[in-house]
């Protein structure tokens, strides 16, 4: 091989054209495996990540003593011990219990002429997927996708390359202990960012990109890329407590809505307090929040309730802190709610407080999210909890998927069509 | 106003913007509103349609005085005659007698920490439609948004402006007589090619495009579209004749599929002969599309069958004729048919001809299409057909929607989720 040629083949554009065209043909064989033989695959690679712990551990200490300048939370996220490897190892052997949904009739009916029209789910395809530190990601989506019967093609964030790349391995010994192609799952070869690009731009070669991580991430792939894309923007989620709300559960889901994890896309960004209740509940819950370290910016009446309350400017209702602050406004009763959700939030996830069915009621149709809650907290906005076994992200969308994408998310459908001779008049 | 504000206000972008801060309005009136509401639009239209068939006549002859230099068939395309206005009106009335596939629970369990998730569909809120001369779609596309309670914001061809302005007046007074918004439904007010332009970039303004039209429309809306698009590329239709199928059938079948009506997207472009039967089914196969006016074009072995069939070169494989033209092929059984149709077909509507139920079975396993038929023509590839009543066009991606597109794909969803005070561990 000559240098010209050399060059040619490591184009990124060549690069990312090899590993779909692999995917792709490992993406037929998945379209076609039986449920048995993509669990044997996510089971035995399961297995095999937690034979594989010190290995794992030993990568990840590669990645983080090259990740020093990370933040203390970068650096946590990044950080696998035996307990994250056995979660991950946990999270494959879920998704390989949950129901197959490729070849699931979701639809059938019969038409006056007689043919028989069934609606049956099949993959997507190929998958790009693009994320950040987290190298749980890897397993994941990889997981996600196989069980799916999709090939993805992953491209994971530099400070994470070789504890995913040990991740990697174990799924490439699950699928070949069931016999699936190893290029069910590939990570791209090097961490060049013009892989990324070469990614956004793979029209026919790859079906769906899928980006997990920060904002800026998330921009970029929607401003650059030429494929569809199932994202996330972001989550600036809302509590509502409204009058007839117990006060104690009003309490209790504020403070995990905003402090259980503030780093969350589903936790709570902002407080809506209802006038007719706020002389009783607002003091007890800033309370809670203060106690919880969390800082806060109100509306005059909110700075009233506690002289530690800061002034909310107009931005603060636009915002999504991902910290430990949340902003709070009182607001006239669930119309007004519903009407600053509409008018601030990000179609995430939102919540009211309320022992009134016919408000609560209201509620859960007026406000126009991909998760509505009624007396419940904001944080169960993942796909785990919802039962999908696990989650390749959320979708702010209202396109294809919207809300918490499990496997039976990254499937289309066909229609199987059985006549008795039938021509069209 | 000063000639510098009127040439602002005169922008594209402006102009789109006014019409959609419009159409979102009105969206959030239509996603509320009830269905015997949208259906009293929708007859009041149709009703409306009806008594104005003189209107709309004497509109569509202006269109017609202009469109001279159209072929036969695009002047047939355009032509609205009393006949015609009438199925416009049926097809309004068809969609009226649906159920509303909003508010409807598609999806519902609990989880074992007793949280009630329920998933309703929910509209996806303006959408922008272009097409190009049909004067029907202006109802067709507007009836199916009403109905599922999206605003449509509409731009049609050139050339069938005046037809499209009367129909566009006969859905507004429908929309009227049921207290709805004019702005649910809405024509750009000129036929300035920018306008597309300023659709397709219209992010937060306009959620999808449905384009409806010829390759070369659908290619600009894909290249130049910063939104979502619901599109439909090509429609390469096989039909494949299998050694198990009963002759009389597939005679039937073939000349349906390929000729009943050769312009529209589920016409068959390519017939698969299995080897096994070529020798009894071919001839007759090939005497009735001769005789139907049908040019062939063949491999070797279908030349060798009739004098008449020209040499298919490998392009012919990959041609959507749209016309009467068909290429043939004699393959090795139903596993070369499927991958003859995997390599060269679009993935829209493909067939099988046969009576062993265990060669159908392998078919509509194995066939990628959106569509797949046993014993039935191609030429079903259609919303009504579907019992969708119309459909705003043929989805051939497999994200969000596949196959024909009815009021209930232009649906999102939205998960209610019930507690009793669940937080997050």
Redo the contacts between chains.
């Keep these: 091989m000559n240098e010209h040629t050399s060059r040619r083949n490591d184009a990124p554009e060549r690069v990312i054209a090899q590993l779909a065209a692999a995917a792709r043909a490992a993406a037929q064989v998945l379209?076609?495996a039986e449920s048995a033989r993509k669990d044997k695959a996510l089971r035995a690679a399961a297995a095999t990540i937690r034979d594989s712990t010190a290995a794992i551990v030993e990568a990840n200490r590669l990645d983080l003593d090259r990740a020093k300048s990370l933040t203390a939370a970068g650096q946590d996220r990044l950080r696998l011990d035996p307990k994250r490897i056995g979660g991950i190892a946990e999270g494959l052997e879920a998704i390989a219990g949950l129901p197959d949904p490729i070849g699931r009739e979701d639809q059938a009916?019969t038409?006056p002429n007689g043919?028989a029209?069934s609606r049956v789910r099949?993959p997507?395809?190929v998958i790009g997927i693009i994320y950040e530190s987290r190298p749980n990601v890897t397993a994941d989506a990889g997981g996600l996708c196989l069980k799916s019967g999709n090939a993805a093609i992953l491209r994971g964030g530099s400070e994470s390359v070789e504890s995913s790349r040990a991740i990697e391995r174990c799924l490439h010994a699950g699928l070949a202990a069931a016999g699936l192609p190893q290029a069910a799952i590939q990570l791209v070869p090097s961490q060049d960012r013009a892989l990324v690009g070469a990614m956004l731009t793979a029209q026919g070669a790859i079906?769906?990109i899928v980006p997990r991580g920060g904002r800026s991430l998330i921009e970029r792939v929607l401003v650059e890329s030429r494929l569809?894309v199932i994202g996330h923007l972001e989550g600036i989620c809302h509590v509502y407590v409204d009058r007839a709300a117990?006060l104690e559960?009003a309490r209790?889901?504020v403070?995990?809505?905003k402090l259980?994890r503030t780093g969350v896309c589903g936790a709570a960004e902002t407080l809506l307090v209802d006038a007719a209740c706020a002389s009783t509940h607002l003091r007890p819950i800033l309370e809670d929040l203060f106690a919880g370290g969390c800082e806060v910016r109100g509306d005059a009446q909110t700075q009233a309730a506690d002289p530690r309350v800061r002034p909310a400017t107009e931005q603060d209702w636009r915002t999504e802190y991902l910290d430990a602050i949340i902003s709070v406004r009182v607001v006239g009763g669930v119309e007004a709610a519903i009407e600053h959700i509409e008018t601030y939030g990000s179609h995430h996830t939102d919540a009211i407080v309320t022992d009134d069915g016919a408000t609560?009621g209201r509620f859960?149709?007026?406000v126009?999210?991909?998760?509505?809650?009624?007396?419940?907290?904001t944080?169960?906005a993942?796909g785990g909890?919802?039962?999908f076994g696990g989650e390749i992200g959320i979708s702010t969308?209202?396109?294809?998927v919207?809300?918490p994408v499990g496997a039976e998310h990254l499937t289309?459908?066909?229609?199987?069509?059985?006549?008795?001779?039938?021509?069209?008049p």
Tied chains: 1, 2.
Aim: charged share 25%.
């Design positions: 379209a076609r009916w038409r043919l029209i099949v997507l395809g079906d769906v569809p117990e559960m209790r889901i403070l995990n809505a259980r609560a859960l149709a007026g126009d999210s991909a998760i509505v809650l009624h007396n419940a907290s944080q169960f993942d909890e919802f039962g969308s209202k396109l294809h919207r809300g289309s459908y066909k229609y199987l069509v059985r006549g008795t001779g039938q021509i069209r």
